[in-house]
C-alpha cells in the first residue's frame, strides 16, 4: 500500500480492521483474538471498545509466523479460527459456513476456497495442529503446515473470491471503493 496502513482505510465509515473484528464478533459466541504489532496504537484504539482480546506481537519483522504463535499462546480451545485480516470480502456467513462444516467431520483443517477451488481463508485448525503452528518462523505463515495436512482438510466453498479477495495497492483499494458505491447505488434503485 506504499506506506499506507491498509487496515485503517476506511469500510462504509470504520476502518478494515474494526470491519473485520465485527465480523469475527458476529460469527461467534467464543473470544475473538487480534494480534496487532505494538508500534501501531492507532490499531489498538480501533478495536479497543470491542469484547476482543488484544494480543501485542513483537513486531512484523519477525514474520507473519509470529502473530499465529503470539495468538495461540492465548488459546486453549480444541480448535481456532485463523483470519487474515485484509481480506475484505469475508463475511459472518462465510465463517459461520467453516464454524458448521466443522461440526460434521473430524478433519484437522476446514478451510474456505473460492469458487474456482483456490484454498484461502478462514482457516479453522484443531488442536492435533496446534503444536506444528506454534513451531512456525519466517513471514510464510501457516502455508507450510496446511500443505503438509492437505490430505486431512476439508474445504468449504465459499461465494464469489471472498476466501481469498484482498487489495494490496492504492490502485487496487481506490477501484474496489468505486466499484463497492457503483453496487450499492445499483441496489438502492
Request: hydrophobic share 40%; glycine share 6%; net charge positive.
Amino acid at each position: 500500500m506504499r506506506g499506507t496502513d491498509k487496515l485503517l482505510k476506511e469500510i462504509d465509515g470504520v476502518s478494515l480492521l474494526r470491519n473485520r473484528a465485527l465480523v469475527c464478533l458476529n460469527a461467534t459466541n467464543g473470544k475473538v483474538f487480534i494480534t496487532i504489532p505494538p508500534n501501531h496504537p492507532e490499531r489498538v484504539a480501533q478495536v479497543s471498545d470491542l469484547p476482543v482480546s488484544i494480543v501485542l506481537t513483537e513486531g512484523s519483522k519477525l514474520g507473519l509466523s509470529h502473530s499465529i504463535k503470539r495468538g495461540l499462546l492465548k488459546i486453549s480451545n480444541t480448535e481456532v479460527m485463523l483470519i487474515l485480516a485484509d481480506l475484505i470480502k469475508l463475511s459472518s456467513t462465510d465463517l459461520l459456513n467453516v464454524f458448521k462444516a466443522s461440526k460434521t467431520n473430524d478433519s484437522d483443517i476446514i478451510r474456505g476456497i473460492n469458487e474456482n477451488g483456490v484454498a484461502g481463508h478462514p482457516v479453522l485448525v484443531r488442536n492435533t495442529v496446534f503444536k506444528e503452528l506454534k513451531n512456525l518462523s519466517g513471514e510464510q505463515g501457516a502455508n507450510s503446515i496446511l500443505k503438509e495436512h492437505i490430505e486431512n482438510t476439508t474445504y468449504v466453498k465459499l461465494p464469489n473470491n471472498n476466501a481469498t479477495f484482498d487489495l494490496d495497492t492504492p490502485e487496487e483499494w481506490d477501484a474496489w471503493q468505486k466499484d463497492n458505491l457503483t453496487q450499492k447505488k445499483f441496489l438502492k434503485n
